[in-house]
């Protein structure tokens, strides 16, 4: 079978309806709903927090802590057991390394800067989902950033290379691949880079390629949102 | 610092109103939203109470009966205080404030025979539908008893039955068969007590000086279906009935919010 039209009839460029809102919780320093198709993640940034056991404290810069959280009804399929898994934790350490390179933490010695995200619907791309929230989040905080993270999955479905994988094509079981990034524009860094699936050299720069094409029209949707919020009208 | 606050609430009480100037008997705005997951659980809702938020969401499964009830179906509520909402919150098991989040909102529902545990059952003694109805508070403002309850019922009300293809569930063909759910709704309604004041939906800064806080669930026809007294003081008889006349008369108003 030749992939030649997908499965939601977008191109294969395309990403899903982007939809980001700042300040969606009330209670924390900095916050930020981010939709992705159907996948919603909501990321909220409380800083700086007493940072316990103590020799986890850094008495030159903040400690980011990163919570990677499904909500229980939020699978795609059965209940999600509440707690910590494999899986949730492997995911909260790699959104910490994603969104570090951009951050500053020296005002926040000795404490915690805490990140906690949850996802309240997935449909595939959940951790880049999570960390283009946290990162909005970050920037609603207002802890110094040299720039905005943004996070896409592209996936190599048969020989073509498709921008933003839904949960139908992840699952698609003949000759999948699925590589999630995080990008940084103003640094031209990838910050994360997991690919599960048989790729060739070749297929990898054009994934790459596409990621940032996607990351791009993904951080514009975020500025828009932080405008939405801060530019004065 | 926290005596001051706490001298100026009892003023306000003193004078009729909460610290943002509503009546005593007065909720903040109240909303609600259906469906805000509705391609991954089976029922969901969003509720706010002023700057309070909670979602929760439906999930079905298969299970065993319990050996006592072999023809019934059951429910199972769960609370997660996930750091998101408050400062005060750190992740982890779930500890006593939460767990008793879960089981007020499970004894009204349970009790009041909100859903028919019979038609639950698929096969006696072997195969019953298990419901699963999580709660997940986004923003702890105060009075999470309520907005959770009332989260739980229109989350119940916007469950569609996933289908069940010889024995297993599809959960990605929803049926457009609903919970057996009774025309009855068991709304709950919390009073705290407070330096002698009754008082309706707290925020979060009432909510530390709270004596007593009573959470009644509430039959169409006026009865009681489950009652759990929180706080550190007692109450009187005279008090306690009060108590029950104002909670029934915001039960009232609370059920106009449901579909």
Known sequence: MVYDKRFDGRKFDQLREVDAKIGVIPNATGSAMFRIGKTIAIAAVYAPKPLFPQFLQNDERGVLKCEYNMVAFSGSGERVRPGPSRRSKELSLVIEKALMPVLDLKEYANCAVDVNIELVQTDAGTRCAGICAASLALADAGISMSDLISAVAVGRIEDKIVLDVNKEEEDYEKGMADIAVAYSLRLDKITLLQADGELTKEQLKRVIEMAKFGCNKIREVQIKALKDKFMVK | ?259
């Open chain 2, 1 to 259: 610092m926290k005596n001051s606050i706490k001298e100026h609430l009892f003023n306000l009480y003193g004078k009729g109103m909460h610290i943002d100037g509503r009546r005593l008997d007065e909720y903040r705005e109240i909303s609600i939203e259906y469906g805000i997951s509705a391609k991954s659980a089976e029922g969901s809702a969003r509720v706010k109470i002023g700057k309070t938020e909670v979602i929760v969401g439906i999930k079905l499964d298969l299970g065993e009966p319990f050996p006592d009830r072999p023809n019934e179906g059951s429910i199972i509520v769960n609370t997660e205080l996930r750091p998101i909402c408050s400062w005060k919150y750190e992740s982890g098991p779930p500890g006593t404030d939460s767990i008793e989040l879960s089981r007020v909102v499970d004894r009204a529902i349970r009790e009041a025979h909100y859903l028919d545990f019979k038609k639950l059952c698929i096969t006696p003694g072997e195969k019953i539908w298990m419901v699963f109805i999580d709660i997940y508070p986004l923003n702890d403002d105060g009075n999470l008893f309520d907005a959770s309850a009332l989260a739980a019922l229109a989350a119940l009300m916007d469950t569609k039955m996933p289908a069940l293809i010889d024995g297993v569930i599809d959960y990605k063909q929803k049926t457009d068969k609903g919970l057996p759910l009774k025309k009855d709704i068991p709304v709950s309604c919390t009073i705290v007590y407070c330096d002698g004041y009754m008082i309706i939906d707290p925020t979060t800064e009432e909510e530390q000086f709270i004596d007593a806080r009573l959470t009644i669930g509430f039959l169409d026809n006026g009865n009681i279906c489950a009652l759990q007294k929180g706080g550190d003081v007692g109450l009187s008889e005279e008090e306690l009935m009060k108590i029950v006349e104002l909670a029934e008369r915001k039960t009232i108003e609370l059920r106009k919010y449901l579909k």
